[in-house]
């Protein structure tokens, strides 16, 4: 049997706590990396990568149910046909060594590598060594297969960011878009001269006046333009249309919290999330 630190039990580490709705979110990525490792494990990919940005301590409680489930790290690292390479990034220092101390007791042969800083910087490193790995021609074989997994709590990630990953040849990105946070706080950046924390995220100050054309409509068209063109600038990388790849989220109130969307340059990559996501209903809401 598992250690008890990777079971969905108490084991006396801190956890984060989440949401119920929010467990929807872990069961997507469980179902999306089952069929992901055990449909390429064969292939001649030189090494199946998953690379998670934001990994918190390994363990959500979930509220009200009190639930506990694996967290989304621990998901990627306990999947019955293993990565061959696995890249976590926590900022903060107790989620960071509650999640060390719980990889730690991992059996796996998956090679770990921590990363206890702002994913911003770490993307860097991560990017060059799954380089490293991709730089030699070795006859037979491809290059790496990489999914990176972007669950941040609002703006966190920079587009910088995500074009680092993208450079990668074959990088399938799962990105969670905090709709909440971000109509609730786009009125007050919008005529901001400085540059914010929604330059960064979008990469560029279009979203400014996308922003000014759609809020008199109200927050649901606000949410629908920024998705759609966060969506667009994956497309400009490359990403085939992924406005049908989309999973909206929504709590007990019927506000729209998340959105899931995922971006590949493959089909079958793509049938693997539509798969994946058939898992989840989203409960009829009051
Ligand atoms: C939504 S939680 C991640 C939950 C996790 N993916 C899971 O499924 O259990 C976001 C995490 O990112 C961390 N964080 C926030 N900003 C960060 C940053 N810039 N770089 C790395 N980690 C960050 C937070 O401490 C928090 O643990």
């Known amino acids: 049997m598992a250690h008890i630190y990777l079971r969905n039990d108490e084991d006396g580490l801190p956890t984060r706590t989440s949401q119920d709705y929010a467990k929807d979110k872990l069961t997507i990525l469980k179902e999306y990396i089952s069929r992901f490792t055990t449909s390429m494990k064969d292939k001649k990919w030189r090494a199946l990568n998953y690379i998670d940005l934001q990994a918190g301590p390994g363990k959500n409680r979930f509220s009200p149910s009190g639930y506990l489930l694996l967290g989304s790290p621990l998901i990627a690292l306990t999947t019955r046909f293993s990565f061959d390479h696995l890249f976590l990034v926590e900022m903060g220092q107790s989620n960071f060594n509650a999640l060390e101390k719980r990889v730690g007791a991992s059996q796996s042969n998956a090679s770990v590598q921590l990363y206890n800083e702002d994913c911003n910087r770490a993307v860097n490193r ?75 995220f979008f990469g560029t100050r279009e979203w400014r006046s996308i922003y000014r054309q759609t809020h008199r409509h109200g927050s649901t068209a606000v949410r629908r333009a920024l998705i759609d063109f966060y969506l667009s600038r994956l497309k400009e990388m490359g990403y085939v249309e992924t406005k049908r790849q989309e999973k909206e989220f929504k709590n007990q109130r019927n506000v729209q919290v998340y959105t899931m969307i995922f971006a590949s340059k493959h089909d079958l990559a793509i049938q693997f999330w539509n798969d994946a996501i058939k898992h989840v209903v989203q409960p009829k809401l009051l």
């Open 126 to 200: 991560i990017v060059e060594h799954i380089s490293r790995l991709d730089s030699r021609y070795l006859v037979g074989e491809w290059p790496s297969l990489n999914l990176a997994f972007l669950d941040p709590e609002g703006l966190e990630i920079e587009w910088i960011t995500v074009e680092k990953l993208a450079s990668l040849n074959r990088m399938d990105l799962i990105i969670n878009f905090s709709t909440s946070g971000i109509t609730r706080n786009a009125g007050q950046y919008a005529d901001l001269e400085v540059e914010t924390v929604f330059d960064r």
